[in-house]
């Protein structure tokens, strides 16, 4: 991070990434904000490890993740159950999303289906232009066993290439959640996982 113009800028930009303030800005104001930045995701994923020691909820895992995304979250399993939402005011009343069942709403699925591809095979993040809204879309793998997809919603805020990069931090905490919790993950569930190696005979670590 560099505060005004240095001769040494052109180096810098050559040999590494580079914030560079214009005008007269005070070192310790911009240090203390970088540090707040840091601070946040830093408590992000001490927050999320936390959640997966102590039981992985879905639910929590989104709930912390809130105010890193800004947007509406909903979680869906590889046979299209709700597992996990937030904001479901806007759901419910902008969304027009019937969340009182388990399963995705069947005209929103049809309506979904009319213009985008089930894309369960895609492994990076993607975006969904669907049910008057943009989304964007992460699956959720095991192998290449689907098991679900993340889904954020461009509702209080645009989507930009940052979101992409924090659903792919995000993915292996609700992988790792998911597949701690059987009736989720499956035939590759972590016991079932586990099961087969020391039936191969093959040596398995504590965890």
Request: aromatic content about 10%.
């Amino acid at each position: 991070v560099c505060l005004g113009n240095a001769p040494q800028l052109a180096v810098f930009k050559r040999r590494c990434s580079l914030i560079s303030v214009d005008g007269n800005e005070n070192i310790f104001r911009v240090f203390n904000i970088i540090q707040q930045i840091f601070n946040k995701y830093e408590d992000w994923e001490t927050k999320l490890n936390k959640i997966l020691r102590r039981g992985s909820s879905l639910q929590e895992i989104l709930d912390v993740s809130k105010n890193i995304f800004d947007n509406p979250m909903i979680l869906i399993g590889s046979d299209f159950r709700y597992l996990a939402r937030t904001e479901e005011k806007y759901l419910r009343e902008t969304m027009n999303i019937n969340l009182d069942g388990e399963s995705f709403d069947v005209d929103k699925m049809s309506t979904f289906l009319s213009v985008q591809d089930m894309s369960t095979h895609v492994k990076d993040p993607f975006v969904i232009s669907a049910l008057d809204t943009r989304s964007l879309a992460t699956n959720i793998f095991d192998g290449d066993e689907y098991m679900g997809c993340f889904v954020v919603l461009e509702a209080y805020r645009e989507l930009t290439a940052a979101d992409s990069a924090l659903s792919r931090f995000l993915y292996k905490f609700i992988k790792q959640a998911m597949l701690n919790n059987p009736l989720i993950s499956s035939e590759r569930s972590a016991l079932r996982r586990v099961v087969k190696d020391i039936i191969a005979g093959v040596p398995i670590a504590y965890e």
